[in-house]
């Protein structure tokens, strides 16, 4: 089984603050690398994708890949009271598995 | 379009009982995963359809058994239900396996006294 590691937290970030959540992997032929977000009592829902090494942003959120250090971040800034949930990191292996993580709490108090 | 739809939200079963889990997805995915997510396991791949017509064991299948009825559908069956499986099953449709993003139903919440 491919490991997809994440810090299980809480995190706990004030408003306005950056919220830095971190994810390693195993699988060196891993190729895609997602981060969903999950409320309490819902599905996951797709937040970004990242493909290749370096950092990607979309808003308020850059996801940022290191290969060589099979890392993945998400990084949400100006974090709003409405972003707490957690944060599922999901890394398709050489297999064509999507393989997730167990999550990253986030609260971002007010 | 709704996407990646799933029947019932909730059911609640006694041992020995079978059940169906149904999901259907409207965005004409070739690719249909069933999960369940447990407290602090995260979620776990059941069975998987690549395309229409085969279907393959994931990490968990055991006490599981899944039909692709069509594109569209998906169902997963509990033959004889059990108090480990008392979890939160969710369905999930992507275009091609391991090409792009899964997109998952609302979930069906099961739990079995």
Redesign the interface.
């Known amino acids: ?1 491919k490991e997809v590691e994440q810090n299980s937290g809480p995190l706990s970030v004030p408003e306005g603050a950056i919220a830095s959540l971190n994810c390693t992997y195993s699988d060196r032929g891993s ?2 690398f ?1 981060w969903y977000r999950q409320y309490s009592g ?5 937040i970004m ?1 990242i493909y290749s090494n370096g950092d990607k942003e979309d808003g308020r959120f850059t996801a940022q890949l290191n290969k060589a250090s099979q890392y993945v971040s998400l990084l949400i800034r100006d974090s709003q009271p409405s972003d707490s949930a957690t944060y ?1 990191c ?1 890394v ?1 292996g050489s ?4 393989n ?4 990253t709490s986030l609260l971002v108090t007010p | 379009n709704a996407g990646v739809t799933q029947t019932p939200k909730f059911q609640v079963l006694k041992t020995g009982q079978s059940m169906t889990l149904q999901c259907a997805q409207d965005m004409n995915h070739n690719s249909m ?1 069933w999960y369940r997510q447990d407290p ?4 776990r ?1 059941i069975y998987y359809s690549a395309s229409e017509g085969t279907t393959d064991k ?2 968990v299948p055991n006490g599981y058994n899944v039909s692709r009825l069509n594109k569209r559908e998906f169902s997963l069956r509990l033959e004889s239900a059990a108090p480990s499986q008392t979890s939160v099953y ?1 369905c999930a449709s992507e275009l091609d ?3 792009d ?7 069906t919440r099961l739990t079995v006294l």
């Open positions: 089984q190729q895609s997602f819902k599905s996951p829902e797709l994708f599922l999901a398709t297999g064509y598995a999507l997730f993580g167990k999550g | 995963y602090g396991m995260g979620l791949l994931g990490e969710f396996r391991g090409q993003t899964q997109y998952f139903g609302p979930g």
